[in-house]
């Protein structure tokens, strides 16, 4: 029997489930109604016969073929899976354990045995008992190998990469309807893969269940209630609304049923694609070479590799992937628990040995940093697993309730916690990482992972409940959308493993061209609000945060006058952070142009002050011919529409650069010009106002007169 994750069972299931329920009890209240009634035999009659019964007698008809009855058929299985497990037998969230699965990795097999597992598991089970379902095994030989070669390659998709899927190609014709391992032997007629892979899948494939074994499947479910598969946690939205239960009992749809053949079971479609399968490859590497090749339908490869098929944003060449029903696959025991720890024990190292601990969120598909402890002597190992695991762990918040500002959540298993210093506690003050899953409606993750540029901080605790503050760079992002039954939001508590967190800035979709020279500031979080600037970036757009008084720095990217992004950080959480901002390099040469521009108008305008005072003075003491040589060097000076003129002409080169982009979306473009016009208007105004031509009038009436003999009249001493 298969158990999955209670942190994974979606809504969508109990929905599913408590529709039925409702549909249950009205059908045997209806039913009982019925049997009730007292049973009347008709009879046979002719249109006249009917027109002379009584009313009361005749037979309701329906008025239209919409009020037609139906029969609700339920299973007995889901039955028993609706009342003894689904409504009744789920623990909430703030009483729901950790299913925890910690594999041990090593390059010693003295670390690979059941005496050294179960020797962890009990002193594992000493703290965490209470609050942890875990499992404690040898770590599956693709995830040893990719410990045992470096922590920091530990991520969901690295320790799934080695399971054989099917990778169908998405610009065949047919690929739309090729949605499962039925279409996909519906459509496919030949498959490619080695003889390593082939034989592999032959031999981990799964036996069809014999009669026998069905009836003894079929016992024991009826004695143990049946916990929802991984599958359930992602029905599709018929299936939750309970459409799938509800059988029409028209005579078209039960005659197209009888019609219809029968389905194939999952090993009876995997032998039929295995029949179709050519395994005559020697090297894995010709299999990429085949998959660009024209007239090829699919390939049987790992995941990792029918991934890569397709650059990271690209679609081109992009394969479907299609999961095979054959076991032993790190995918299908990953998604069996909540959270999965890989224990890699190094003895390399000159002084002793060092162990190394990476935490898997299995539903949200995130990973932590790696947290290292020495161990001095092997026989303490199970206490500094014990040790390390502490450090790892981070306790899970769900989001019920997210506003633009504030949020409420549950805290996961905190009815369970005995000890307010256990390691499950989130306590008020600390800072919780968004998590984020959208599924589509086949229920494969559309987005998953965790929110960038976003915190929470616990602002009070309330036994289970946490009050929330959100701390975003972005107002109303992914997690101020409104509530989904696809959508799965968690905060992870922040527990940083450096003291620092590399800050690197890049044009957007242009990791070679870093953002030289932008300041970065920061906002205290306190009442008073105030900005102090932290740094600048390097040549590579580099710059060290470390930590601060508060968990998380609130910083701002200037360039120039103006503030270009909002960015949220812990500094230690992550050893780098990459933020691509829009480029703003036409917007800082257009704000560098117009303050420049600026200066020459105060330049401007002082010279034509001094020159005034000078021409003035001149006519006064009836000096006409130097009063008019420098009437005429200031003339020689700019004027407001000279300078406005330029003005013009510089906005449209501006302009034409913007427009002229490769790089830039039609937003940034946009974006850009709208910002470039504004500081160009600023500018237009700034000269009306400072800078009027009427003086250079005033002054040429003035000499204009000394020079006819008519000075102004002395002023009075």
Known sequence: MQFTPIASASCTTAARHALLLVVILLTGAFATAQEDKPKQQPQPKTDAAQADQPAESKPDAPANDSARSFTVTVDDDEMQEVMDYELFSV?????????????????????HTPAFTGQVKTLLQRDYNSIWDMTVET??????????????????????????????????????????????DEHLKKIQTTETLLNLIKSQARQAPTETDSEAATDSEAETPAKPTADSATKSDS???????????????????????????????????????????????????IWVQEGTEALIVPRGQAIGFAPEGSKSNKAKIIELP?????????????KIFVVHIDNSTSLGSELSVVEIETLMRTNSETY???????????????????????????????????????????????DPNSAAHVPAGSLLQPLLRRNGRDGKPLQVGRVDWAFLMVKDIEGARAELELIDGMAGGPLSSRPSMRVTKWGRLVKPSQDTTTLRLHAKKRPDKPLIGYELHQRSLGEDKTFSLVGRTDWNGNLVIGKDVDPVRVLYVKNGGAILAKLPLAPGLTQVEVADLAGDDMRLQAEAYVRGLQNQIIDLVAIRKLLDIRIRKR??????????????????QQT??????????????????????????????????????????????????????????????????????????????
């Open 326 to 338: 054959i076991s032993g696959l790190v995918k299908a025991q990953a998604e069996s628990f909540d």
């Open 91 to 111: 623990p909430p969230w703030d009483f729901a354990p950790y299913k925890v699965l910690i594999w041990i990795a090593s390059d010693q097999p003295e670390h």
């Open 372 to 418: 290292t402890r020495p161990v001095s002597n092997p026989a303490i190992l199970p206490y500094v697993i014990n040790y390390a695991l502490t450090d790892a762990f981070s306790p899970l918040v769900r989001l019920d309730e997210v506003g633009r500002k504030k949020a409420q959540g549950i805290v996961r298993a905190a009815g369970l916690i005995t």
């Open 139 to 184: 770590a599956p030989p693709a995830v040893n190998s990719l410990a045992n070669r470096s922590m920091d390659l530990i991520t969901y998709d690295a320790i799934t990469a080695s399971d054989p899927v099917l990778a169908v190609r998405n610009s065949l014709e047919y690929s739309i309807r090729i949605k499962n391992l039925a279409t996909a």
């Open 619 to 636: 006519v006064k003491d009836r000096d006409v011919k130097e009063a008019r040589a420098i009437l005429t060097s200031l003339f020689a």
């Open 239 to 289: 299936e939750a609304t309970g459409a799938g239960d509800i059988a029409e009992d028209t005579a078209d749809n039960a005659q197209a049923g009888e019609d219809a053949p029968p389905k194939l079971s999952d090993p009876e479609l995997l032998a039929n694609l295995i029949s179709k399968t050519d395994g005559s490859l020697k090297d894995a590497l010709k299999l990429s070479e």
């Open 640 to 717: 407001r529409k000279s300078i406005a003129a330029a003005l013009e002409l510089k906005l449209q080169e501006f302009i034409n650069a913007i427009n002229k982009q490769r790089n830039g979306n039609r937003s940034a473009i946009a974006s850009q010009k709208r910002k470039v016009e504004l500081l160009f208007k600023s500018a237009r105004t700034n000269l009306d106002k400072n800078l009027s031509d009427l003086i250079l009038q005033d002054l040429q009436i003035l000499v204009t007169e000394a020079e006819a003999g008519r000075f102004p009249p002395a002023e009075d001493k």
